[in-house]
């Protein structure tokens, strides 16, 4: 079992930045990955970005592409999503999720998400 725990959301003003947390416990050695997904109201989820533990390979939703930046701290077991020039349209919930998958991501386990709000 892998316990997420998201943090940082919070209403902010277009053109403005937030750093969303998502701090990991449990069975972490378990995991290849982290991803935050996002889902707007009436909206299917979608993801944001997700990474990779080896190599530490990024893919970023080409909507958030130059604007959002994940990190991770190991010591902290902590990803973050760090969040810059903020539009209307990022207003969503965001959720993490541990990637499980050894040959391909596996999205197993999700946080309980967190809301971010930006207006304009």
Excluded: H
Aim: glycine share 14%; charged share 15%; hydrophobic share 30%.
């Amino acid at each position: 079992q892998v316990q997420l725990v998201e943090s940082g959301g919070g209403l902010v003003q277009a053109g403005g930045s937030l750093r969303l947390s998502c701090a990991a416990s449990g069975r972490t050695s378990s995991t290849y990955g982290m991803g935050w997904f996002r889902q707007a109201p009436g909206k299917a989820r979608e993801v944001v970005v997700g990474i990779r533990w080896s190599g530490g390979s990024t893919n970023y939703a080409d909507s958030v592409k130059g604007r959002f930046t994940i990190s991770r701290d190991n010591a902290k077991n902590t990803v973050y999503l760090q969040m810059n020039s903020l539009k209307p349209e990022d207003t969503a919930v965001y959720y993490c999720a541990a990637d499980i998958g050894n040959y391909g991501s596996s999205y197993y386990y999700w946080g309980q998400g967190t809301q971010v709000t930006v207006s304009s």
